[in-house]
């Protein structure tokens, strides 16, 4: 069975970080890109970045600015995949629902229907 847990969320004031985790678990294939979205309320879950199977390209929607880094670690065995969602300098935009997500190929993917599994997500708030 697939597990994909997300951690890292919480409450933070504007200008500060947050570095997001994902565990990914139980997959028999694990050559796969790895993905974040996010969805803030009464808004549709939207692309916020992803990485390739080799953690050697990366793409990132326009208003992370810069100022987020996705980034991974494959288990030697590839039985367990992590990513990370580093972000900086939030603001009360950024407020939302991140969820992590596991892509059905080993490159990159913008669309929701390009992912296979998906975490419960985690939610992150920056006041001001």
């Known amino acids: 069975q697939v597990q994909v847990e997300e951690s890292g969320g919480g409450v933070v004031q504007a200008g500060d970080s947050l570095r997001l985790s994902c565990v990914v678990s139980?997959?028999?294939?694990?050559?796969?890109?790895m993905g974040w979205f996010r969805q803030a309320p009464g808004t549709e879950r939207r692309f916020v970045a992803a990485i390739s199977r080799a953690g050697t390209v990366t793409d990132y929607a326009e208003f992370t600015k810069g100022l987020f880094t996705i980034s991974r670690d494959n288990a030697e065995n590839n039985a367990k995949i992590t990513a990370y969602l580093q972000m900086n300098s939030l603001n009360g935009d950024d407020t939302a629902v991140y969820y992590c997500?596991?892509?059905?190929?080993?490159?990159?993917?913008?669309?929701?229907?390009?992912?296979?599994?998906w975490g419960q997500g985690v939610q992150v708030t920056v006041s001001s």
């Open positions: 139980g997959l028999s294939f694990t050559q796969r890109a």
């Open positions: 997500a596991v892509g059905r190929n080993t490159y990159n993917q913008r669309n929701m229907g390009g992912y296979d599994y």
